[in-house]
């Protein structure tokens, strides 16, 4: 099973290619399905930087090829250990409206783009809906959330974000 953190085309671009070659199943929240469908990360997205948006056509799009549909959908606290993973779903959206983690029983929690740790721990600097993503951050701290595996950057302690706040 793969299991997709939000739509962006870095995280979900070889996506069809694995199920084809592996027969790996696709697993995503139904809120940026549209992502993965159109090749279209900004589907289901505020408007943002209008010259972003502009170029984002040419830049950001990815071919038919590589476009998908989801075998299952996924929401907040999917249970995962039918697909052989001692973890659950966490819906924390802020980043997209479909941004969801990855918590283990270990309290490791793989977060997509709500967080970065490419210099230091931190939200991530693009962000759909910052007040959205903050709540999302609240729901970590009571989650039991020990380190954190972003989409970019080093692993982190969750403790040492929160210590910054």
């Not at 996506?15 to 696709?26: H, N, S």
């Not at 779903?89 to 977060?111: E, N, Y």
């Not at 230091?120 to 380190?147: F, G, H, R, Y």
Request: aromatic share 8%; charged share 25%; proline share 5%.
């Amino acid at each position: 099973m793969i299991v997709i953190t939000h739509g962006d085309f870095d995280h979900i671009g070889n996506a069809a290619y694995l199920r084809q070659k592996f027969g790996a199943k696709i697993a995503m929240h139904a809120d940026d399905v549209g992502m993965a469908e159109r090749g279209d990360m900004f589907w289901n997205r505020k408007k943002g930087n209008r010259l972003v948006r502009s170029l984002a056509p040419s830049l950001f799009r990815f071919g038919a090829a590589d476009r998908f549909q989801p075998d299952a959908i996924v929401a907040d606290g999917a249970d995962l250990t039918e697909y052989g993973c001692d973890a659950k779903v966490l819906s924390i959206p802020g980043h997209s409206k479909g941004s969801i983690g990855i918590l283990t029983s270990a309290g490791d929690l793989f977060c997509g783009d709500l967080l970065e740790n490419t210099k230091q721990p931190a939200i991530s600097t693009i962000m759909d809906d910052m007040p959205t993503a903050q709540v999302s951050i609240e729901k970590l701290e009571s989650n039991n959330v020990k380190t954190v595996y972003p989409g970019h950057g080093k692993p982190f302690p969750l403790k040492l974000l929160l210590q910054k706040r």
